[in-house]
């Protein structure tokens, strides 16, 4: 199992601002993912964050608006960038050691956007 | 889309009693997988079936899957309070690397 810390847990922002997000784990792990989940919604897988390269995004995500970084293979970091209400969402990050086996989630961070 | 979607979409039950969730999904899949998520907070791993398993269990758990009709369920065996929650099924739509998440089942057990 892993153990996962995100934060913040959650933040009120001002539009056109930015936020990173921080996702640390108690152990080294294989893949780390970013999830966003909109309000009454499920998951959506934004990128798979990728030790030493530039993250792997899914269709309808970009660098641009979400860089991530993962120095090692315990930290990573979400920014939310230039931000407006369409961005509020819960933003997870997960863990696992394998690919497509269980994922280890953090508690999230409730964003919300003025 | 590859989301699967789930059914029903809210289910409230009494204490003691059982509760079923249904899931389908579209395409064909190495496993699927059953998450737990409490008031809008990170997700907690259930239960995961593998393509060729027909039926797996977990303490009050029964997760049963029928690849012929892709679609697969979740029971809850004398539910609690403390089982209300929202609970999702994943697929990995045969995909390396790529969970699909279905649309969720909001189950409130009333004590």
């Known amino acids: 199992s892993a153990v996962i810390s995100q934060k913040p847990s959650r933040d009120i922002c001002q539009r056109g601002t930015s936020l990173t997000i921080q996702c640390q784990v108690d152990?080294?792990?294989?893949?780390m993912f970013w999830y966003r989940q909109q309000p009454g919604q499920s998951l959506t897988l934004i990128a798979t964050?990728?030790?030493?390269?530039?993250?792997?995004?899914e269709s309808g995500f970009v660098i641009d608006k979400f860089p991530i970084s993962r120095p090692n293979l315990t930290f990573s970091t979400l920014t939310v960038s230039n931000m407006s209400p369409e961005d509020s969402s819960i933003y997870l990050c997960s863990v696992a050691q394998s690919p497509n086996e269980k994922l280890f989630f953090g508690s999230g961070t409730q964003l919300s956007v003025l | 889309s590859q989301q699967g979607e789930e059914d029903p979409q809210a289910l409230s039950i009494q204490e003691g009693e059982n509760a079923t969730m249904n899931c389908s999904y579209k395409?064909?899949?190495?496993?699927l997988q059953w998450y737990r998520q409490n008031s809008g907070r990170g997700l907690v791993h259930l239960i995961l079936i593998r393509s060729n398993e027909r039926e797996k269990h977990s303490g009050r758990l029964r997760v049963t899957l029928d690849t012929s009709k892709k679609s697969s369920s979740l029971l809850i065996t004398a539910s609690r309070a403390a089982d209300t929650a929202s609970y999702f099924c994943?697929?990995?739509?045969?995909?390396?690397?790529?969970?699909?998440f279905g649309t969720g089942t909001r189950l409130t057990v009333i004590p």
């Open positions: 395409t064909s899949i190495n496993n």
């Open positions: 152990s080294q792990v294989t893949m």
């Open positions: 994943a697929t990995d739509g045969g995909r390396a690397n790529n969970l699909f």
């Open positions: 964050a990728n030790q030493g390269s530039e993250a792997t995004y």
